[in-house]
């Protein structure tokens, strides 16, 4: 390969970000008692419902599911229907002490606060996990389950997806290759919280369903009566109090916005800018409305401060949760459509049928760099589908469409450079240069780094000795470090710094017990010491 001034210019900072075996520090996989790529894996599935089921859905169509877990059998109705013949269980424990034998991985996607006890039960009995995002609820989780991945040499992946989409790959690429200058200041943002937060009352305890064990749903968290918020049935808001899926907004359980989509929306932000290997400097929370003793507030502003990296200067991230619009940036042209792109109704697209639009007629479906701007996204319905990038032309037919344009929910990222600006959607998706005319004649640059062939499909690869997934827990674990300082800056007043190398924050002694959880008789696991 020939020697660009670009690759000389950013190749320290890449090695940084990519090491020499993939996106993982795993130099091989196949001591793990690896399977060949044509052998289907046995999954196990801890979850049924919700978010699980999407990911056993994604592991299905090439691989073996051979059990599933879940302490509500509502909740998990529709895959025990669909996996019938696969043993089903209420205790995760009982199902690993039994089912052990016959499985190779295990998908966790549970309330945030079992996340690492789930995993580690799993990795301790040199199972694969895939464990849904924001991986853990504490920063000590954090550590130990990336301490545990390497001293069990199993496979790992966080359920961060966008971190597989080709659209982040290129958020990264674009900046390495200074096509915005010096980044100095990223924005990020959602709607989220969609659940309750800001609560200041507990409703009376009610009857728990019969088909929920709520103790077992409580888990490691402290024992408290169940609440139906005087419901019968789980309703399309939420349902009960707690579950099943209100639980984000409570400190016991979950850890609010930033738990639900800075692993996503900061996906492309921590791959681009290296943030995961740099100091930070503190975290503060700057704004807060709705505030209550048990859960997260409605809405807030956090600011995180980094020093600066390699060639790339010292950076500011805020992060904007509670939005009902897009923010309002200084500097940003007006018009300019931020994040998530509107689409046209029925063409596909996030807010659009939560679909991907068909390429234009006569293109190479795919192709990177086909179009005069990007690649071409793939028709189908999956938004967090790697190839879902800037086409110029898709955009020049939102501008003139005569048809309302739905624009989706405010989520995204804004890149701030001394010589432009960039913006990427939720998962990383149709990244394009600030103002978008820009993109009519802009061609990628070569690819950098390797491009993954889906996140599930990434996890399962690297559970068959092939390259660490790229969001596996000595990648993922480190970005959710930093991103749960923001979490303990919304508990505490003032900044929050932070000594990595001790796991210590240092200005403020009380924010220490925010750092790992306590666990209930029963619960505890096996500390591991890296």
Known sequence: MAITRRYFFYGSLLAGAVPAAGFGSTPSLKAAGYKSPNEKL??????????????????????????????????????????????KYKDFRKMLDKEAKNIDAVIVAIPDHMHATAAMWCMERGKHVYVQKPLVRTVWEARQLKDAARKYGVATQMGNQGYSNEGTRQCAEMIWNDD???????????????????LTEIPKEDPIPGTLDWDLWLGIADK??????????PGPN????????????FYDFGCGALGDMACHILGAPNMALHLSNRKLISVECIKKEGTSPFMFPKSSVIRFDFAAYGNMPALKIFWHDGLKETPKIEGVPAGEWLGDPPSIPGAGGR???????????????????????????PAGNDFHSPGRVFNWDEFEALKASTTPLRFPTPDGSLFMGDKGMLTTG???????????EKMKDYRMPPPMLTRSPGHMRDFIRACKGGDPACSNFDVSAPFVEWMLLGVIAL???????????????TNNAD???????????????HTVKS
Request: net charge positive; proline share 8%; aromatic share 10%.
């Open 42 to 87: 046995n999954f196990a599935s801890i979850g049924a419902g919700g978010q699980a089921a999407s990911n056993i859905g994604a592991a299905a169509p090439t691989e073996n599911i051979v059990a599933l877990c879940d302490v509500d059998d509502r909740r998990a109705s529709a895959m025990y229907t669909r996996f019938d013949q696969a043993p």
């Open 180 to 198: 915005i200058g010096k980044v100095t200041e990223v924005h990020a943002w959602s709607d989220r919280p969609m659940w309750p937060q800001g």
């Open 224 to 233: 408290r009566p169940f609440t139906a918020d005087g419901k019968t049935e």
């Open 238 to 249: 939420g349902g009960f109090f707690y579950q099943p899926f209100n639980w984000r907004g």
């Open 351 to 377: 807010g659009g049928g939560r679909g991907a639009a068909a390429p234009p007629a006569g293109a190479p479906a795919g192709a990177p760099g086909a179009g005069r701007g990007a690649g071409l996204r």
């Open 426 to 436: 939720t998962y990383g998706e149709v990244t394009r240069l600030l103002p978008v």
């Open 491 to 505: 508990r505490s007043e003032g900044k929050v710094e932070y000594d990595t190398e001790k796991m210590r924050i």
């Open 511 to 525: 924010a220490n017990k925010y750092l790992k959880p306590t666990f209930r008789k029963g619960w505890e696991f």
